[in-house]
T-cell receptor, first 113, second 112 residues
Framework: DQQVKQNSPSLSVQEGRISILNCDYT??????FLWYKKYPAEGPTFLIS?????DKNEDGRFTVFLNKSAKHLSLHIVPSQPGDSAVYFC????????????FGEGTQLTVNP | ETGVTQTPRHLVMGMTNKKSLKCEQH?????MYWYKQSAKKPLELMFV???????ENNSVPSRFSPECPNSSHLFLHLHTLQPEDSALYLC???????????FGSGTRLTVV
């Protein structure tokens, strides 16, 4: 039973345009959500997070939106830059999971110059 | 460098070999994790050591054996692996109860 799903394995956008990466979850006990970014040959690095008490969190070019009723979150990157090309993982955690993160499959974002 | 160091970065081993992966952190964290990343699959939690207590994922085969001698070091001992065990193995750490992890760069394992 996969509790966090990223249905798009890949996304390609033009430099300067908006990138929207989507994530769905099934476990209603999740109350904190994170996005990680991974370059080849490196480990994932933390990008942005959101608590379930909020519906939006913004950090520079990156904004995460949370729709609790739909159990859906999305990451918006605007404007997209070629250096944003990476795999983006959505992750979730809740009180009952301790510190353990449950990850999605990842979405490969390619930003074309 | 993230503060979590994994060695080796790459490992090729035969199915009859025994090898170990090493992870080290000096961030003052008290929880460490092993994750497996296979292509087009979610990162799969294999083992958790929090406050030096081991929590296992019961679906992990016994040919993977973790060891956590102290809060700064974590090992994954490998023996009689299968080709399908080829993957990127990631170590992560955090302060137990905090949000998010710090990951190492991973060990790319190939079983031949």
């Amino acid at each position: 039973d996969q509790q966090v799903k990223q249905n798009s394995p890949s996304l390609s956008v033009q430099e300067g345009r908006i990138s929207i990466l989507n994530c769905d979850y099934t476990n209603s006990m999740f109350d904190y959500f994170l996005w990680y970014k991974k370059y080849p040959a490196e480990g994932p690095t933390f990008l942005i997070s959101i608590s379930s008490i909020k519906d939006k969190n913004e950090d520079g070019r990156f904004t995460v939106f949370l729709n609790k009723s739909a159990k859906h979150l999305s990451l918006h990157i605007v404007p997209s830059q070629p250096g944003d090309s990476a795999v983006y993982f959505c992750a979730a955690m809740g009180e009952t999971s301790g510190s353990r993160l449950t990850f999605g499959e990842g979405t490969q974002l390619t930003v074309n110059p | 460098e993230t503060g979590v160091t994994q060695t080796p970065r790459h490992l090729v081993m035969g199915m009859t070999n025994k090898k170990s992966l090493k992870c080290e952190q000096h961030l003052g964290h008290n929880a460490m994790y092993w994750y497996k990343q296979s292509a087009k699959k979610p990162l799969e939690l294999m083992f958790v050591y929090s406050l030096e207590e081991r929590v296992e994922n019961n679906s992990v085969p016994s040919r993977f054996s973790p060891e956590c001698p102290n809060s700064s070091h974590l090992f994954l001992h490998l023996h009689t692996l299968q080709p399908e065990d080829s993957a990127l193995y990631l170590c992560a750490s955090n302060l137990y109860g905090s949000f998010g992890y710090t990951f190492g760069s991973g060990t790319r394992l190939t079983v031949v």
